[in-house]
C-alpha cells in the first residue's frame, strides 16, 4: 500500500491518490476549533440518541457534556497525541487523533461529518495512522466499540486484528512486520 500522506512541517497532505472531489489535507487543532469540534462530535452521536424520549435540547446539553468529558480524557491520557482536524477544499471535514510513542502508536480517534463518510477518506486516515507506525517500527492499536460493526470491519480490513476486549470496547492492532510492503 503507497504511503498516502506526506508531511510538510506541522501539516500533512494526503497524496495524489485521495478521492478527486477532495483537495485533502491535515492541520492540527486551534483554540478556536472547539465549537466546530463540538458539532462533530454531536453528529458522531445523533443517530445513537435519536430513539431516546429526550427532549432535542437535552440530547444537545448530555452530548456536549460527553464531548467534554471525552476530550479531558484524551488530553491527560494522550497528553503529546497529534491532534488534527481533517480539512477537503479548506472546510473542516472531521478529525484525526494519532499518539505516537516510542515503542507503541495508538489511533485514538478518527471522525468524519456525515456527508464525509463512506469516500474512502477514513480508509486514508487509517493508512497515514499505519505509515506512520511502519516508518517508527511499532505496534498502531486502536479501541473500537461494539456496538460500531461497520467501524470493526473497516479496521479489519485494512489489516487489524482483535486483541482484548473489555465490556464495550474491542482492542485491535496492526504490525507493520505483518504487513511488509513488497
Keep these: 500500500m503507497p504511503e498516502r500522506v506526506t508531511q510538510a512541517g506541522a501539516h500533512a497532505r ?8 477532495a483537495d485533502l489535507a491535515l492541520r ?17 452521536r445523533s443517530d445513537e440518541l435519536a430513539p431516546v424520549p429526550w427532549p432535542e435540547a437535552a440530547k444537545r446539553a448530555f452530548l456536549l457534556q460527553q464531548f467534554a468529558l471525552q476530550r479531558t480524557h484524551y488530553r491527560q491520557q494522550f497528553a503529546d497525541a497529534d491532534f488534527l482536524i481533517v480539512q477537503a477544499n479548506g472546510l473542516s471535514i472531521g478529525r484525526l487523533y494519532l499518539h505516537r510513542a516510542t515503542a507503541h502508536h495508538t489511533l485514538v480517534d478518527i ?3 456525515p456527508d464525509w463518510r463512506g469516500k474512502g477518506i477514513g480508509s486514508q486516515l487509517i493508512a497515514h495512522a499505519q505509515a506512520c ?5 511499532c ?15 473497516l479496521y479489519a480490513r485494512h489489516g487489524f486484528v482483535a486483541g ?10 496492526w504490525h507493520p512486520r505483518d504487513h511488509l510492503l513488497s
Design 164 to 173: 482484548d476486549s473489555t465490556q464495550t470496547h474491542l482492542q485491535m492492532r
Design 14 to 21: 494526503l497524496c495524489a491518490d485521495a478521492p478527486a472531489a
Design 133 to 137: 507506525a511502519r516508518d517508527a517500527g
Design 139 to 153: 505496534v498502531l492499536s486502536l479501541h473500537v466499540l461494539h456496538a460500531n460493526p461497520a467501524a470493526r470491519r
Design 28 to 44: 492540527p487543532e486551534q483554540p478556536d476549533d472547539l465549537a466546530w469540534l463540538q458539532k462533530l462530535y454531536v453528529s458522531t
Design 111 to 113: 471522525s468524519l461529518l
